[in-house]
Every structure is written in structure tokens, then in C-alpha cells.
């Protein structure tokens, strides 16, 4: 079946002060209206100290639309390099649970080398710790009956079982090429 989404870019390319509304209450009511208008999922992004795209947190940013649509909400995408596999999974079952199995997850690396080097991440490491940390939510994901254990290049880990598991059981997986 052929699905519709629409894309909330967040973007701003002049300073806040040529702007009347509220980035954040005129994006909530292009995600109502989308919902309203039969829309089958939202897509909201997050990137980090970009001005004209101001959402660090893509699972508040999913949060808040998804309290208030009844479509599903997708992350388009949640950047994997920049914080620990174990919080990203943790927080990104959880967005899961909050939304009642809506959660439509996509995921990346991040696009801009201005992102990495503020985080303090290699530009040049980033395909390598998105796959990582890919491979690691895999692993975490796919073992709902006990800790796992986790050596990387980027993260390690002993015994750690993440809480709560998605709502979505069992999650499918898309081939990303390596």
C-alpha cells in the first residue's frame, strides 16, 4: 500500500527576530494539518548548532508531534555518531513506547562536518561510528531476553540490557550497502 509523508525541515534562514511565529508552534500545526489531511507519517529531522535547523533533540522534536497526531512519526534521521549506542537506544525505545509502536525510525550519520567537529567527532570516523552504532542497536534490539556485551572501535560495553524495549516487536531492518 502507497503511504504519504510530509518532510518538516525546521529550517530558518533569517534571524529569529524576522520570524512571527514560534519555529517550533508552526511546525506542531503543519504536523496537525498533515494528520488532519490523511497523512500517513510525519518526518522530522535533528541536527546540532546549525541556525538554520534548530532541532537537537529528535526524540523531544518526536514527542511533542507525536502527542498530538494520531499518524505515525518518523526520524529523518536520528544521527547515530554523536552520543553512546546504549542512551540511543534506550531513548529511541522509549520515543517507541511513548508513541504507541508509532515510531518510524531512520537513521544516518549526520551530513554537515560542521556538526562533527563542534562535537568533537573526526569528520573522517563518521561512516565508521554510524555502522558501529548501527550494528550495536541491532544487537541490543534483537536480544530481548538478555544483556549483551559490545567491543568496538568506538564503544564497548559489558552485560548491558537496555530498558524499555521497543513497542514494535519484532522491528524489521532495512539493508544499508557498507
Do not use: N
Not at 533533540?57 to 546504549?86: D, E, F, W
Amino acid at each position: 500500500m502507497l503511504k504519504f509523508g510530509i518532510f518538516l525541515s525546521y529550517q530558518r534562514i533569517h534571524p529569529p527576530e524576522h520570524y512571527e511565529d514560534d519555529l517550533f508552534e508552526e511546525k506542531l500545526a503543519e504536523a496537525i494539518e498533515a494528520d488532519r489531511l490523511g497523512y500517513d507519517i510525519v518526518w522530522v529531522p535533528e541536527h546540532h548548532l546549525i541556525h538554520f535547523m534548530q532541532v537537537p533533540s529528535i526524540a523531544v522534536l518526536a514527542t511533542q508531534i507525536g502527542m498530538s497526531v494520531k499518524c505515525a512519526v518518523g526520524t529523518m534521521v536520528a544521527l547515530l555518531t554523536y552520543r553512546h549506542p546504549l542512551v540511543t537506544a534506550g531513548e529511541l525505545a522509549l520515543l517507541d513506547r511513548v508513541l504507541g509502536g508509532r515510531l518510524e525510525l531512520g537513521v544516518g550519520r549526520g551530513a554537515y562536518e560542521y556538526e562533527f567537529e563542534r562535537l568533537g567527532v573526526p569528520f573522517k570516523e563518521g561512516k565508521d561510528r554510524f555502522f558501529e552504532a548501527l550494528d550495536t542497536l541491532e544487537k541490543i534490539w534483537h536480544s530481548p531476553d538478555r544483556a549483551v556485551s559490545y567491543e568496538g572501535r568506538f564503544a564497548s560495553f559489558d552485560e548491558a540490557y537496555v530498558w524499555p524495549r521497543p513497542a514494535q516487536q519484532p522491528h524489521r531492518r532495512c539493508g544499508l550497502p557498507r
